[in-house]
């Protein structure tokens, strides 16, 4: 049991569990509508964090208390709007260009650091932001610049992009976390934020008519988004960060094309095309090139 202890072992179980939640979301795009994958997703990661957190929790109130708008706004970004994204995306584009797209997530989030946070950025830091998502593009152009006179895109893939950003402005904002917040207390905190802001819009949603269809595979799918890629995700990651730094820990999310590439292949029948192996050098050699100098 020491090895599945070790930081790198935990890091890559994150990544593993969290390339599998695109997996189920594209699996179960027709019989689980997005808003109410991500509200039950979420309210049985609650019941789940409860015994794990609520102490912490507890005793953070009066922290948490007077930042309010920030854990709802970051609230709001983590739980509620990314996950609609991504689960909406996925009714329209496959496993392997949503994990594609979300190896931009490092490169974006340090364009967003220089924006909001007046970071500095070296020359050649600033040639891997732009190889990145040149790679990026490709992607979302399906390796066809035509694609972009014509208009004709994948929605599912800009949606996918716009869950990038999202994640990255609430990665970028993690800075201002309130002073003496413990991580438990927090996480806790933007899981309620998010059920909140959930809870309209999963209402929303079943007045147009969308239903769940529950059978042994979607309880299953179910149990899977609650579990592994929020609550073990959360707890692998954050010993893993704790062990090893978040310099180290945030080269682990490159393995996220990885593995759910080798996961829809091997469970959902996709395949890499041509465009994909270009974008992956152009976003991989772009984050060498900005870890490298900014590490």
Not at 177 to 189: C, D, Q
Not at 253 to 263: D, E, K, Q, S, T
Not at 265 to 291: A, D, N, R
């Amino acid at each position: 049991m020491r090895i599945f202890l070790h930081p790198y072992v935990l890091l890559s179980l994150a990544v593993l569990f969290w390339a599998g939640n695109s997996v189920v979301g594209r699996a179960f795009a027709t019989d689980l509508p997005p808003i109410g994958m991500v509200f039950w997703r979420w309210v049985i990661a609650l019941v789940i964090l409860t015994p794990i957190c609520l102490k912490a929790f507890k005793n953070d109130l009066h922290i948490l208390r007077q930042h309010i708008p920030y854990l709802a706004v970051q609230g709001f970004l983590s739980i509620t709007m990314f996950n609609m994204l991504l689960y909406w995306g996925l009714h329209y584009t496959n496993v392997v260009n949503t994990s594609l797209v979300q190896a931009a997530i490092p490169v974006v989030t340090l364009f967003f650091s220089v924006v909001i946070l007046r970071k500095g950025l070296n020359p050649l830091g600033v040639v891997g932001m732009a190889l990145s998502l040149v790679g990026v593009s490709w992607v979302v152009l399906r390796g066809d610049v035509a694609t972009f006179s014509t208009l004709d895109f994948n929605p599912g893939d800009l949606i996918i992009l716009g869950a990038v950003f999202v994640w990255a402005v609430y990665t970028v904002l993690l800075a201002k976390i309130p002073a003496g917040l413990s991580r438990f207390g927090f996480t806790y905190a933007l899981v309620i934020a998010g059920i909140i802001f959930l809870i309209p819009l999963y209402g929303w949603e079943m007045s147009t008519g969308a239903e769940i269809v529950l059978n042994r595979n979607t309880v299953l799918a179910f149990g899977y988004i609650g579990i592994f890629p929020s609550v073990l995700s959360l707890l692998c990651w954050n010993r893993g960060v704790e062990l090893v730094g978040a310099n180290v820990a945030g080269t682990f999310l490159n393995l996220m094309p990885v593995f759910g590439a080798v996961l829809a292949m091997l469970l959902l029948g996709e395949h890499l095309q041509t465009y994909h192996y270009y974008g992956i050098v152009m976003i991989f050699s772009g984050i060498y090139l900005v870890t490298k100098k900014n590490a």
